[in-house]
């Protein structure tokens, strides 16, 4: 770790967050409406009971309520486009949060673009991603979110900068790209069948990893100075990136864990309260 690296400390930025929601809870109490999300997770994939428990500890913590949905894992697409059908119709839910990965037998993005564009609170349809790549969502996805918000805590500039983003997944890699570059960066987007991979990373002023493998991102691929953001969260709190050795090199940096996931939550729960507001 050189003398001047930032840790870019996620627990501070999500409770600035956090903070910001409690005076706007309290005025929906005032005319009766209580922020509700509800959480839909199909099978038993322990690492996703783990993010929903999470999600729904954050939100009770808050005064959020939260619905969690538990559906068998051999659920089909039908049965659960139902649920999320009655989820829609509801008035006293606000935000419908469908936990990826689903099953293999479901069509997860027609069951993703099933949920109402008012209640898509984690900016999984179609038509939130395309508002998103327009530079107007309501609600664009939590970790790409998450991600700004940290660098907009931080007086992190993007304009002008070179970022390189690792995974191009429709909920964190894609959306995180169109962000950067509707703030103005150089945007360089990696994925598996990148080539030169280490030579791409070394150009980037703004590293974003968000590939799904512990460790991934080697020490040496980070130009000195470069900002490192890991939204990777790997089995025994490990991110996407070799911690130890990026720090080394890098002007700042998210840790994991307390570093982009207690931001994903708290974004969560603010696009849930301006959900409630809109309706309200
Ligand atoms: P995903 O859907 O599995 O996507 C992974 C991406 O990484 C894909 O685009 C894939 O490329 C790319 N990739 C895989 N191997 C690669 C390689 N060898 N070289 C370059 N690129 C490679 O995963 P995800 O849902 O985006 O999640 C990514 C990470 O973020 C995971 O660690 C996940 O746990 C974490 N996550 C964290 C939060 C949070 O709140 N912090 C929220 C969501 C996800 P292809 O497209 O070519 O397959």
């Not at 706007?24 to 005032?30: D, P």
């Not at 900016?123 to 998450?146: E, I, M, R, W, Y």
């Not at 995974?167 to 987007?189: E, H």
Request: net charge neutral; charged share 20%.
């Amino acid at each position: 770790m050189t003398a001047t690296t930032l840790i870019l400390d996620g627990n501070q930025v999500a409770t600035r967050i956090k903070e910001s929601l409690i005076g706007r809870i309290n005025r929906l109490s005032e005319k009766g409406i209580v922020p509700c999300l509800a959480t839909i997770l199909v099978g038993d994939d322990p690492s996703s009971a783990t993010y929903v428990r999470m999600k729904g500890n954050a939100c009770k913590r808050l005064g959020i309520q939260s619905i969690r949905i538990d559906l068998p894992k051999n659920t089909s697409t039908d049965e659960l486009i139902e649920v999320i059908n009655q989820l829609n119709a509801d008035t006293n839910v606000h935000g419908i949060l469908l936990q990826h990965p689903v099953p293999n037998q479901i069509n997860e993005r027609a069951a993703f673009d099933a949920i109402s564009i008012n209640k898509d609170v984690d900016g999984v349809t179609t038509l939130g991603f395309a508002q998103n790549a327009f530079d107007f969502a309501n609600f664009p996805s939590c970790t790409p979110a998450a991600i700004i918000a940290i660098c907009e805590y931080y007086n992190i500039p993007i304009e002008g900068k070179h970022a390189v983003v690792i995974g191009r997944s429709p909920i964190l890699g894609k959306p995180v790209s169109l962000m950067l570059l509707n703030k103005n960066a150089t945007v360089t987007v990696c994925h598996s069948k990148t080539t030169n991979l280490a030579d791409l990373v070394r150009l980037g002023d703004i590293v974003v990893a968000a590939v799904g493998k512990p460790k991934f991102v080697q020490g040496d691929w980070i130009k000195p100075g470069a900002v490192v953001l890991d939204a990777g969260y790997n089995e025994g709190n490990i991110g996407d990136i070799d911690y130890d050795h990026c720090i080394k090199n890098a002007s700042a940096i998210t840790p994991v864990p307390a570093g982009v996931g207690p931001v994903t939550i708290a974004t969560l729960l603010k696009h849930t309260v301006e959900a409630a507001e809109k309706l309200a």
